[in-house]
């Protein structure tokens, strides 16, 4: 990146960190129990289910694209794992390898059909995707919940140490992989150069559909992994959660962090912050009874917010490379 991009990124950081700041001193002020030690742990545990989405979320904006089924394909492969504990498999092992694979699998098939049956936009594959997951999940498990997990593959989301929750410190260590991936290796430079401008990464020799399937893939793989968590936190599957906007809360973690449906842009860091915002709303608004729709649509004024941010920072760069370029030609 150029030290242009990497001031833009700084900038950005410190402004969603302060933001989450700003968030946690207004609900410490409002709620006696914001700032206590089980609920902090809690807004973790929150977070960790949101921000796994979010990593494979972030790949896919970074080009320029999207990945709708996210939040489905998290509760497909929970719903995997639940048929086969009707079916009376015990093997923890086995059960999270299972829906590894599945969540991995429907990635890598959102982006073939990016890449090799060239649909228009993510957004309709995905969002089909989406749909033909959400009726799936209650297939399997014929509309029902299901419990009785084997404790294997409920530690993932329910384990602890002191409190402090296991999943949290995988995802920790799954964004300083994914961060060294995206600033360290010719494949992180190349998941920004398909977003930045996908012709001149052609022209540079780079195989762009190679990358892009790699990027669904991922989002795939990482939905796996939020499937596994949320059956640790509930203790269930349940094929009705297919629907949730749990998509939504990924996009605007990574919106708020400093991503852009333009593509080029966006780090592991601000995507962190990003899902800590979005779990800390959504802590703060349990503690003080807000109604779910009005928690749906301050979520929804959020989104647009950081939206119409990125398109003001973006417009203002420009005009500013604009100016430096008639600077120079003079």
């Not at 990016?114 to 749909?131: A, D, E, I, W, Y």
Request: proline share 2%.
């Amino acid at each position: 990146m150029t030290k242009t991009k990497k001031k833009s990124n700084g900038n950005s950081f410190l402004g969603t960190l302060a933001a989450l700041i700003i968030l946690c001193v207004v609900l410490t002020i409002v709620s006696d129990k914001f700032l206590t030690y089980n609920n902090l742990m809690s807004v973790l545990k929150q977070t960790t289910f949101t921000a796994l989405l979010s990593t494979g979320m972030l790949l896919c904006l970074i080009t320029a694209g999207i990945d709708l089924s996210v939040g489905a394909n998290a509760t497909f492969c929970a719903c995997i794992c639940g048929m086969l504990v009707k079916g009376g498999m015990t093997n923890s092992l086995v059960l999270i390898v299972i829906a590894i694979v599945a969540g991995t699998l429907i990635g890598l098939i959102n982006g073939l059909l990016l890449t090799r049956l060239h649909l228009p936009h993510p957004f309709v594959s995905t969002l089909g995707m989406k749909n033909f997951l959400w009726g799936a999940s209650l297939l399997v498990v014929s509309s029902q919940m299901v419990s009785g997990f084997p404790d294997g593959v409920m530690a993932l989301g329910s384990a602890t140490i002191g409190g402090f929750p296991i999943s949290f410190i995988v995802v920790v260590v799954i964004y300083v992989i994914m961060h060294i991936l995206l600033t360290r290796t010719s494949l992180g430079r190349s998941i920004y150069c398909a977003g930045g401008n996908m012709e001149a990464t052609r022209l540079s020799g780079i195989n762009a559909p190679n990358v892009l399937t790699f990027c669904y893939a991922l989002s795939g793989f990482m939905a796996a992994l939020a499937g596994i968590v949320s059956i640790g936190r509930s203790g269930i599957c349940n094929g009705a959660n297919a629907i949730q906007p749990y998509d939504t809360d990924a996009i605007a973690a990574c919106v708020i962090g400093g991503a852009s449906f333009m593509g080029g842009k966006g780090t592991m860091i601000g995507t962190m912050i990003g899902a800590l915002i979005i779990a800390t709303l959504r802590n703060g608004f349990t503690l003080l009874s807000i109604d779910s729709a009005v928690q749906n649509m301050v979520l929804g004024l959020v989104i647009i917010g950081a939206v119409l941010l990125d398109v003001t920072r973006e417009s203002m760069a420009v005009k500013a490379r604009r100016k430096e370029a008639a600077a120079k030609a003079k």
